[in-house]
T-cell receptor, first 114, second 112 residues
Framework: EPEVTQTPSHQVTQMGQEVILRCVPI?????FYWYRQILGQKVEFLVS????????KSEIFDDQFSVERPDGSNFTLKIRSTKLEDSAMYFC????????????FGEGSRLTVL | GENVEQHPSTLSVQEGDSAVIKCTYS??????FPWYKQELGKGPQLIID?????GEKKDQRIAVTLNKTAKHFSLHITETQPEDSAVYFC???????????FGGGTRVLVKP
């Protein structure tokens, strides 16, 4: 069964460092998302991406965050200068068709900022 | 924006009993309501969803009901089994594939 894969599964970084989280969505999907879950809190929407551009983003997704689909297969989330409060589980998701399609989630990348 | 509240936060049931999880939402424009199951160390997996043009949907031991007037929807699991133990999330959006607003999750423990 096709699945969304994420790397790394766990990353520990120092505050102020740049982090890139990588995702390989399901191959024929067109819509891509990042969500995050701070320990003990709700899963929160960060950003959606379609046709090589951001289609929607939340208030959390400030200038420190960026997304990219550099090579047609990977979908990356970059945090430019990490803060302690960026520590969370980050989930990538993809969908075949907006309006009708189920979101398929990856297993997540746990980011720990020290 | 949309706000989704989910209750209870934890639920312990005896194997074979039913489990019910309830969610409320705030945005009357929401019309797609999925339920996700998250097992330890894995990402959320869709188990059932309902759109606003129906009031109930069933898939084997799982059913979901929706009351658009009251803005609440519920997940019902019958004949629970130990493998049903997981965290369950409700969510709402304006359409399938659009951004989801999640509830806080319910940790379900099915005791053998």
């Amino acid at each position: 069964e096709p699945e969304v894969t994420q790397t790394p599964s766990h990353q520990v970084t120092q505050m102020g460092q740049e982090v890139i989280l990588r995702c390989v969505p399901i191959s024929n999907h067109l819509y891509f998302y990042w969500y995050r879950q701070i320990l003990g809190q709700k899963v929160e929407f960060l950003v959606s991406f379609y046709n090589n551009e951001i289609s929607e983003k939340s208030e959390i997704f400030d200038d420190q965050f960026s997304v990219e689909r550099p090579d047609g297969s990977n979908f990356t989330l970059k945090i430019r200068s990490t803060k302690l409060e960026d520590s969370a589980m980050y989930f990538c998701a993809s969908s075949g068709r907006s309006g009708t399609g189920e979101l398929f989630f990856g297993e997540g990348s746990r980011l720990t900022v020290l | 924006g949309e706000n989704v509240e989910q209750h209870p936060s934890t639920l312990s049931v005896q194997e074979g009993d039913s489990a019910v999880i309830k969610c409320t939402y705030s945005d009357s424009a929401s019309n797609y309501f999925p339920w996700y199951k998250q097992e330890l160390g894995k990402g959320p997996q869709l188990i059932i969803d309902i759109r606003s043009n129906v009031g109930e949907k069933k898939d084997q031991r799982i059913a979901v009901t929706l009351n658009k007037t009251a803005k609440h929807f519920s997940l019902h699991i019958t004949e629970t089994q130990p493998e049903d133990s997981a965290v369950y999330f409700c969510a709402a959006s304006k359409a399938a594939g659009n951004k989801l607003t999640f509830g806080g999750g319910t940790r379900v423990l099915v005791k053998p």
